[in-house]
């Protein structure tokens, strides 16, 4: 297995809800990341997972919350978000015997609020 | 923070050798560096990775001269599906602080029939 999937793939919600994205990966990847991504802008970093603790957090609003519940799973739990929070989510981890600095990314969640 | 510098855009006709140029003029003795294609919805695809000279694998080559201050992305007759933006990201270590964490601007890459 040498992906990283991100579930769901589409999520609309309103500003009052609360949700969860999640992402998985079984290549023993020890470091795990969420970025956030606007149209035709770069990913943006948000969190940084290094074996299982949070070891990274570029300032982000706490109405996002995440949480890696062990070395294969990484969510991240969304509370009274705003509408500019529309975007891509990008799940990501990093470590491999062939690209031992290379990311693998999931396809992303497209993120809307409303 | 070994900062890398990338053209924002580039047009190519079908079949053409395409070379996209990032600089990273701070980067560190320790550091790698790696390109990745992402086409629209969809996450960053790892391309190639290197240290010095030259690497080449199925899909690209990469040239680092010896001063490692800059990198070029060679794409060889490039198709309309490689119409995609393309970063270059600089960095060491795995742990928390690694400067490659951080993407740039990018460049996007147009191929013309």
């Known amino acids: 297995d040498t992906e990283v999937t991100q579930t769901p793939k589409h999520l609309v919600m309103g500003m009052t809800n609360k949700k969860s994205l999640k992402c998985e990966q079984h290549m023993g990847h020890r470091a795990m990341y969420w970025y956030k991504q606007k149209a035709k802008k770069p990913p943006e970093l948000m969190f940084v997972y290094s074996y299982e603790k949070l070891s990274i957090n570029e300032s982000v609003p706490s109405r996002f919350s995440p949480e890696c519940p062990n070395s294969s799973l990484l969510n991240l739990h969304l509370h009274a978000l705003q509408p500019e929070d529309s975007a891509l989510y990008l799940c990501?981890?990093?470590?491999?015997?062939?690209?031992?600095?290379?990311?693998?990314f999931g396809s992303g969640t497209r993120l809307t609020v409303v | 923070l070994a900062k890398t510098t990338q053209p924002i855009s580039m047009d190519s006709y079908e079949g053409q050798e395409v070379n996209i140029t990032c600089s990273h003029n701070n980067i560190a003795t320790n550091d790698y560096i790696t390109w990745y294609q992402q086409f629209p919805s969809q996450g960053p695809r790892f391309i190639i990775q290197g240290y010095k000279t030259k690497v080449t694998n199925e899909v690209a080559s990469l040239f680092i001269p010896a001063d490692r201050k800059s990198s070029t992305l060679s794409l060889p007759r490039v198709s309309l599906s490689d119409t995609a933006v393309y970063y270059c990201?600089?960095?060491?270590?795995?742990?928390?602080?690694?400067?490659?964490?951080?993407f740039g601007t990018g460049t996007r890459l147009t191929v013309i029939p």
């Open positions: 990201l600089v960095g060491d270590q795995l742990e928390a602080g690694a400067n490659n964490l951080f």
């Open positions: 990501a981890s990093r470590g491999s015997d062939r690209h031992p600095y290379g990311y693998t």
